[in-house]
């Protein structure tokens, strides 16, 4: 409900991490978002989808049509869970051929010049998912997306120093596959990082005031959490590293 009357943009979060741009989920107003905070789609070296469901791959044709300069300049990568190219595809065939394509798998390692992504997890959620580390000169950077808790999160995560999560909920629902806020406090204090960014919120979570719930980890674990907002930036070291949510 959140994304479908824009309470929250919906566009991903833009990653700059030692020169190499990568967009992470390109949701709704994706291409608006990133016009509008001057980011250049020509500059972007990948573009991931963590799953197929529209709030987080709904702009990926105009995206990679945008990375590609309408797709005169083949460049670039577009990373995806295999369901995303087979039956009901997210990914138009006539993109296809203006980028180049990896199927995620689990455990695969995948290098952009300095910088090496890694999906660690499968996680659960109705359709095929996958977590990302990306590793670069200050750290690990792990994104925890869509899923229901399991014991084996907070394994795959271990020794990350920055970990962004998806909340969807205060309260579970069993038929819905999300995090609720426990459970992120849970998995945050069991993986320890620096720096934890919680994200993706449901209307039980911006009722309950994101901010507030980050305060309120932060007081129970010790670790630096923030909620994220639209536009926000974030950096993550002294060569400015950028998250930026758009
Ligand atoms: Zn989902």
Request: hydrophobic share 40%; proline share 6%.
């Amino acid at each position: 409900m959140v994304v479908l009357n824009q309470l929250r943009h919906s566009g991903g979060f833009w990653l700059n991490l030692d020169g190499v741009n990568i967009l992470q989920d390109p949701g709704p107003g994706s291409l608006c978002m990133v016009h509008q905070q001057k980011l250049v789609p020509k500059n972007l070296d990948a573009i991931i989808l963590s799953h197929r469901h529209i709030d987080h791959s709904n702009d990926v044709n105009v995206m990679t049509e945008a990375m590609t300069g309408g797709g005169f300049q083949p460049r670039g990568m577009l990373m995806v869970p295999p369901d995303c190219l087979n039956s009901d595809p997210v990914v138009l065939k006539y993109v296809r051929p203006f980028v180049g394509i990896t199927e995620i798998t689990m455990s695969m390692k995948f290098k952009i010049r300095d910088i090496t992504l890694e999906f660690p997890i499968k996680t659960r959620h109705p359709v095929e998912t996958f977590g990302t580390i990306y590793e670069f000169s200050s750290g690990r950077l792990g994104y925890l997306p869509d899923t229901e808790y399991f014991p084996g999160l907070a394994e795959a995560y271990k020794g990350v120093d920055y970990l962004i999560i998806n909340v969807v909920r205060m309260k579970s629902d069993n038929r819905i596959m999300h995090l609720n806020m426990a459970e992120a406090r849970d998995l945050i204090n069991k993986i320890r990082p620096k720096k934890a960014i919680l994200t993706h919120f449901g209307l039980q979570v911006l009722k309950a005031s994101p901010e507030l719930q980050a305060k309120l980890i932060t007081e129970s674990t010790g670790i630096d959490v923030v909620a994220a907002n639209d536009g926000m930036k974030i950096s993550l070291d002294k060569k400015e590293s950028l998250e930026n949510w758009i």
